[in-house]
């Protein structure tokens, strides 16, 4: 059964996270920078930290949306996606896919991947092929510019609704409910 079939039919909500606001590339149009060009510095939890959080949850989660900066930094990515899919979770990760990384190959796990302009073409083409022959894999480019932070609540509108509600945690585990609030709590 293909994923989003299968996803649509399994009870739940989605719960995104933040592993890290580290990224591979430095964009001049990230969403994610300050006003003054640098990235917001915050801890990040650890495995079980996110371990305890998910499993702790009250409500019926059914997918985990895994996002950053670039999430492929984190050291314990490969353990935390398998760890999910052991778990019964479909995970979907967004990712600049310019890091290779191994997880287990399931039905249950979708890769949205980005090309942005600063990323090596070639580069990222070769890494990108790699994924597409283990997983399944979406593209999404980002050309230079079109990323800003109101083209980010666009694009949160159109995948997670109106208000862009949703359970998201940030790398240092606070919790939001909107992915407005969160933008607004490190600009």
């Given at each position: ?82 760890w ?9 990760i967004?990712?600049?896919?310019t ?13 949205r ?17 790699w ?19 109101s083209?980010?609540?666009?694009l ?20 939001f ?7 607004r709590?490190?600009?």
């Amino acid at each position: 059964m293909r994923y989003g079939i299968a996803k649509r039919l399994r009870r739940g909500d989605s719960m995104l996270i933040f592993l890290t606001f580290r990224c591979t590339l430095k964009c001049p149009y990230c969403a994610l920078k300050y006003i003054d060009g640098k990235y917001p510095v915050s801890p990040e939890m650890t495995l079980s930290d996110w371990k305890r959080i998910i499993k702790s949850f009250p409500r019926k989660i059914r997918e985990i949306k895994i996002t950053g900066g670039e999430p492929m930094l984190v050291s314990y990515f490969s353990e935390l996606v398998n760890w999910l899919l052991a778990e019964g979770y479909f995970v979907y990760i967004i990712s600049n896919t310019t890091i290779k990384k191994e997880f287990n190959q399931s039905d249950r796990v979708m890769i949205r991947a980005t090309y942005h302009q600063s990323a090596d073409r070639d580069e990222w083409f070769e890494i990108h092929k790699w994924y597409k022959e283990r997983h399944r894999i979406e593209v999404d480019e980002i050309d230079k510019g079109i990323l800003t932070t109101s083209s980010t609540k666009e694009l949160c509108y159109r995948e997670y609704g109106e208000t862009c509600t949703g359970f998201i945690y940030s790398p240092e585990g606070k919790l939001f409910t909107v992915v407005n609030e969160m933008y607004r709590s490190y600009t």
